[in-house]
């Protein structure tokens, strides 16, 4: 697994998977509201470190995330779904905790999201709190 940054010329790939694996979600909770959508993917894409996740040459998904003084902010973690229930989340996980070696790794997902929630709580991630549409997880840095 590489990750690797990714730039302007992959934002529509970006885009797309996006649209294809959170718009069920998003749809669900609040609606989809297309310019909204476009406006905060844009925002996101420029100010968090938006990488790509790729393996043998191609692309199987994208994360983007915060280094933040006291945890790493995993703020998106998409996994084609073509290339999901291959053990690639779980390596993902462990390489983006080694971000900030000896700080805990810390995301947010949705509350109807049960299959993600579940991936979680298998990866040793603990409820740390609760939002309106989002359970809040963090998983402690191992030693």
């Known amino acids: 697994m590489e990750i690797t940054l990714a730039r302007e010329e992959h934002k529509e790939k970006i885009w797309n998977l996006f649209v294809n694996t ?7 909770i609040w609606g989809w509201e297309i310019d909204w959508q476009i406006n905060n993917f844009q ?22 995330y915060e280094l ?3 945890a790493t902010y995993l703020k ?3 996994i084609a779904p073509e290339h999901q229930n291959k053990n690639l989340g ?11 070696i000896g700080k805990p790794l810390e ?13 979680y709580l298998s990866e040793s991630f603990e409820q740390i709190a609760e939002e309106d549409n989002f359970i809040v997880f963090r998983r ?3 030693a």
């Open 22 to 28: 959170m718009k069920p979600y998003v749809e669900n």
């Open 43 to 64: 925002s996101s894409y420029k100010t968090l470190n938006t990488s790509r996740l790729r393996i043998d040459g191609f692309d199987v998904g994208y994360i983007q």
């Open 76 to 78: 998106m973690l998409i």
């Open 90 to 100: 779980s390596r993902v996980l462990d390489l983006v905790q080694n971000f900030q």
């Open 107 to 119: 995301l947010r997902c949705f509350k109807i999201n049960t299959r993600a929630i579940k991936f």
């Open 68 to 70: 933040r003084e006291n």
């Open 140 to 142: 402690e840095a191992t």
